[in-house]
């Protein structure tokens, strides 16, 4: 069975950097072909698709925050590591980690996600 | 980076009906898009990918289809508990992937 589930504080300050951990289990992601990427979701907006990360360390993140993010991996502890700099309040969000499957070799979805951490920026 | 429009931003309806929710991409992305669902306090579901490939273990009074640009997700026979927050997602070449803005299916 296939799981994810992510951690991190629930409160930040403005200005900080934040640390979110994704912690998995049924799948390795030193496998070919897999992947696990990070999603947010602000309160009563859209989802925002925010990074990924494959299993031969390819790293791919979103335009806008692209200078804000780093993504990483742990393959040893089944971890993907997300951190956010300079956060502001508008950061204020549920952020998602799901893993990625490719259907076909070319159809690539998110198919299994955690069920996210709220995460507050407020001084 | 590719814009997903979708409507509409919700959606009042009752069980047993049929409900029909678009997603139109600004470019041409074949049949890379998938549909998710979400419900507070749970993790998100996807229900289909590559326009119109149903998920497994998804009931199939969902299906989804493609016209060109233009992307829908049918529910044949709405559910107590299909009511929910639905949203498209474009996974067409290299990211990002981008989402559609989200429809919010309420009961009438």
């Known amino acids: 069975q296939v799981t994810l589930r992510e951690s991190g504080p629930a409160l930040v300050k403005p200005t900080q950097t934040l640390t979110l951990t994704c912690t998995f289990s049924?799948?390795?992601?030193?496998?070919?072909?897999?992947?696990v990427g990070w999603i947010r979701q602000p309160p009563g907006k859209a989802l925002e698709w925010l990074a990924r990360?494959?299993?031969?360390?390819?790293?791919y993140y979103s335009t806008s925050l692209k200078t804000r993010l780093t993504i990483s991996k742990d393959t040893s502890k089944n971890q993907v590591v997300l951190t956010m700099t300079k956060m502001d309040p508008v950061d204020t969000a549920t952020y998602y980690c799901?893993?990625?499957?490719?259907?076909?070799?070319?159809?690539?979805?998110?198919?299994?996600w955690g069920q996210g951490t709220m995460v507050t920026v407020s001084s | 980076d590719i814009q997903m429009t979708q409507s509409p931003s919700s959606l009042s309806a009752s069980v047993g009906d049929r409900v029909t929710i678009t997603c139109r991409a600004s470019q041409s992305i074949g049949s890379y898009l998938n549909w998710y669902q979400l419900k507070p306090g749970k993790a998100p579901k996807l229900l289909i990918y590559a326009a119109s490939s149903l998920q497994s273990g998804v009931p199939s009074r969902f299906s989804g289809s493609a016209s060109g640009t233009d992307f829908t997700l049918t529910i044949s026979s709405l559910q107590p508990e299909d009511f929910a927050t639905y949203f498209c997602q474009q996974t067409y070449n290299s990211p990002p992937y981008t989402f559609g803005q989200g429809t919010t299916l309420e009961i009438k």
């Open positions: 990360i494959d299993w031969d360390d390819d790293k």
């Open positions: 049924g799948f390795s992601l030193s496998t070919s072909g897999m992947c």
């Open positions: 799901a893993r990625m499957t490719w259907f076909g070799e070319l159809f690539a979805a998110f198919d299994i």
